[in-house]
T-cell receptor, first 116, second 112 residues
Framework: DTEVTQTPKHLVMGMTNKKSLKCEQH?????MYWYKQKAKKPPELMFV???????INESVPSRFSPECPNSSLLNLHLHALQPEDSALYLCASSQDRMAEMADTQYFGPGTRLTVL | QKEVEQNSGPLSVPEGAIASLNCTYSDRGSQSFFWYRQYSGKSPELIMF????GDKEDGRFTAQLNKASQYVSLLIRDSQPSDSATYLCAVSTQGGSEKLVFGKGTKLTVNP
């Protein structure tokens, strides 16, 4: 089973709202990722958690705040977003084998975020 | 700056033909290579990964890697209309849970 789930599927929020995106996997993976994807562009990495510790932060604005409560769950807390933050937010997970080769990353279905 | 280049297309092939998708990368230290398929409005779905020079086949898909020339390709045999999607090439220079650098994707259309 290579399933990563994300909720909600769609989210509309105002610039003063606080909301959270959720991601869950039950594959025993130890690395989880947040990506942002704008229309007709490739996914852009935002954050990586490895063994529940933040290992990569791609200089993302502080209005995006990730959280990894346990090895199966990943949250992205949103506050004071801008309309240009509207995008598809993708979660992914991988085994984190710490091997010479990169892990295969499996993507969830995404949350379509619209900021008004 | 690590770069991954793909022809944005669109690439149009008739049903039953071979579709050839190409990707070049700038970092000679790259070790891991992935092809993802993304249907419009959906998330990327892994098609194949390849680590070693040569060909790797999985059903109708063949990935080809040439590290000396710094290119990786994906061949789709007997193309079907359901193969119509954007194909993303992704490359990593490090192991484990490290950053993938994505190309901009090639949009493939298979005409019935």
């Amino acid at each position: 089973d290579t399933e990563v789930t994300q909720t909600p599927k769609h989210l509309v929020m105002g610039m003063t709202n606080k909301k959270s995106l959720k991601c869950e996997q039950h594959m025993g993976h130890r690395a989880m990722y947040w990506y942002k994807q704008k229309a007709k562009k490739p996914p852009e990495l935002m954050f990586v958690y490895s063994y529940e510790k933040l290992s990569i932060n791609e200089s993302v604005p502080s209005r995006f705040s990730p959280e990894c409560p346990n090895s199966s769950l990943l949250n992205l807390h949103l506050h004071a977003l801008q309309p240009e933050d509207s995008a598809l937010y993708l979660c992914a997970s991988s085994q984190d084998r710490m091997a010479e080769m990169a892990d295969t990353q499996y993507f969830g279905p995404g949350t379509r975020l619209t900021v008004l | 700056q690590k770069e991954v280049e793909q022809n944005s297309g669109p690439l149009s092939v008739p049903e039953g033909a071979i579709a050839s998708l190409n990707c070049t990368y700038s970092d000679r230290g790259s070790q891991s290579f992935f092809w993802y398929r993304q249907y419009s409005g959906k998330s990327p779905e892994l098609i194949m990964f390849i680590y070693s020079n040569g060909d790797k086949e999985d059903g109708r898909f063949t990935a080809q890697l040439n590290k000396a020339s710094q290119y990786v390709s994906l061949l789709i045999r007997d193309s079907q209309p359901s193969d119509s999607a954007t194909y993303l090439c992704a490359v990593s220079t490090q192991g484990g849970s490290e950053k993938l650098v994505f190309g901009k994707g090639t949009k493939l259309t298979v005409n019935p």
